[in-house]
Nanobody, 115 residues
Framework: QVQLVESGGGLVQAGGSLRLSCAAS????????LGWYRQAPGKQRELVAT???????YYVDSVKGRFTISRDNAKNTVYLQMNSLKPEDTAVYYC?????????WGRGTQVTVSS
């Protein structure tokens, strides 16, 4: 099964930027829609952005205009460019398919935005 490894998180001040990467151990060409999720402490995991194989994107309202999802099928990698970060963006970020059955969840990458 394809394994996912997220990276690129860190501590940043409000208004700052981070670029997250999600590297897959196998080809993502057959995974039509991939997404980034996040889970804040005490909250349920939420889907924040998705991208199809062809590059069509979707964003939850809270990140529209600030986050950009992209994918490089040749490198089996999905990215999330996050700009104008807010303290409420603080969470562990994960990538996976957009719907069940999900791939095995990775460990995620922590994003902490200070005010």
């Amino acid at each position: 099964q394809v394994q996912l490894v997220e990276s690129g998180g860190g501590l940043v001040q409000a208004g700052g930027s981070l670029r997250l990467s999600c590297a897959a151990s196998g080809s993502i060409r057959w995974l039509n829609i991939l997404g980034w999720y996040r889970q804040a402490p005490g909250k349920q995991r939420e889907l924040v952005a998705t991208i199809t194989y062809g590059g069509s994107t979707y964003y939850v309202d809270s990140v529209k205009g600030r986050f950009t999802i992209s994918r490089d099928n040749a490198k089996n990698t999905v990215y999330l460019q996050m700009n104008s970060l807010k303290p409420e963006d603080t969470a562990v970020y994960y990538c996976n398919k957009n719907a069940a059955p999900f791939l095995l969840w990775g460990r995620g990458t922590q994003v902490t935005v200070s005010s």
